[in-house]
């Protein structure tokens, strides 16, 4: 983003959908931002459900006591709903947070452009659609752009922006500041499927899957990288997106990648039976009627169709699968997805909770050295497959002995 190109007030924002993540954006928008938020909902009763995650969101923080009781209906005062597009003519930014459908996506656009100023940027909150499909609907593609917020939107730091060849820097640099009145920090990515954080834990959430289909347990996967660093194991993230959401993201990145995204073919084993995860209470783990999670539920071995269990090292575990996410982040920079290193590691650490202390995939393969790095991937690339094949800039790295990160 060039440092000299003014960024556009955002006096007033508007939401699509106010489900979780919308109502979360519009919970930081109007809390954090202190700008006037409108929403948008299908009907009443969604714009009663908005509403009232904002007020969750606000109310929790006056219960910890972070607010005062007037700040906090303060905050509420500045948020409306409406089942229609009344009070989104005068916005500045319009953000989406709807269904993960192309079609669906680009539809509000052309509605949103059609009553909106030429100069009003949109944003889609896509975790995995190209954002230059969603554009290609546009009359002002320049005014286009991603903005990929992470659940829960009110405390997790990290907002990922993508930007396309036709994004304008001006529209960029109104999100990026609007991103950092929202309280979060933000990078700046360039589009392609999956970006950067979604498409990095394409591998990663594979690799986690063919360890429990060679023998490996729930329990040992996740405990393996809870002892890495991570804040919960992959397999339970799993449960935490959705695994119905992994299913389709996992197409979306099959599509764009081919056979390197692609996962074991148990997996659809979980969709037959139902699972998705936390929220309808059938995954990986048990939970309770409140969605309280349990211990792992057996029963979902034979859902996959495996075998008793077998012992794999935590070693084994943990060195498989952040090669696997750390490769992948390589193939990003190269690719000029992330405009940096650092921002890879920044997206890493605050986003997905790459361990913080090994300082984001970048900075941790400085540490270990990419010739190490480079050996112990095509190590397991002979044993496993083209999917550990090192990416080319690792390889000269290694070669070189140049590191990602320059010192300081």
Request: with cysteine; charged share 25%.
């Amino acid at each position: 983003m060039a440092q000299d190109v003014e960024p556009k007030q955002v006096s007033k924002v508007a939401m699509i959908g106010g489900g979780l993540m919308g109502g979360g954006i519009a919970a930081v928008s109007t809390l954090k931002a202190e700008t006037p938020t409108r929403i948008k909902e299908i009907d009443t009763a969604g714009v009663g459900r908005a509403l009232a995650q904002v007020q969750k969101v606000i109310g929790g923080q006056v219960k910890r006591r972070r607010l005062r009781d007037f700040e906090g209906e303060k905050a509420m005062l500045r948020v409306t709903g409406s089942t229609d597009w009344r009070g989104f003519e005068d916005s500045d930014l319009v953000i989406e947070a709807v269904f993960e459908s192309i079609e669906l996506k680009q539809s509000i656009l052309r509605e949103v452009e059609a009553i909106t100023g030429p100069d009003t940027v949109f944003a889609s909150n896509t975790s995995s659609l190209p954002i230059t499909s969603i554009a290609s609907a546009s009359s002002r593609p320049e005014t286009v752009l991603g903005m990929h917020y992470f659940s829960p939107v009110d405390k997790m730091p990290l907002l990922e922006i993508i930007v396309t060849d036709q994004t304008a820097a001006w529209a960029t640099a109104t999100a990026v500041t609007f991103g950092k009145k929202q309280g979060k920090t933000v990078i700046v990515v360039k589009d392609g499927t999956g970006f950067y954080t979604t498409r990095v834990l394409g591998p990663y959430s594979n690799e986690a899957m063919y360890l429990l289909e060679e023998g490996a347990s729930v329990e040992a996967i996740d405990k393996a990288m809870v002892g890495w660093g991570f804040p919960i194991g992959p397999i339970l993230l799993a449960d935490e997106v959705g695994i119905d959401v992994g299913a389709k993201i996992a197409v979306i990145l099959i599509d764009a990648f081919g056979d390197r995204m692609r996962g074991p073919s148990m997996m659809e084993g979980l969709i037959s039976d139902d699972r998705k995860g936390r929220k309808n209470g059938r995954g990986f783990y048990l939970y309770d009627e409140k969605g309280q999670r349990g211990d792992v539920d057996q029963t979902v071995y034979a859902a996959l169709g495996l075998g008793p269990r077998t012992e794999i090292s935590p070693g084994e575990i943990q060195k498989r699968l952040w090669l696997a996410f750390a490769n992948e982040a390589v193939r990003c920079l190269e690719e000029g997805i992330l405009g940096s290193a650092r921002d890879g590691d920044i997206g890493a650490v605050m986003g997905l909770g790459f361990p913080p202390f090994r300082g984001g995939p970048f900075f941790w393969i400085d540490q270990v050295g990419a010739d190490r790095v480079v050996a112990d991937l095509e190590g397991l690339a002979a044993k496993h497959g083209d999917r550990f094949t090192p990416a080319k800039i690792l390889t000269e790295k290694a070669k070189s002995g140049d590191k990602f990160r320059s010192a300081g």
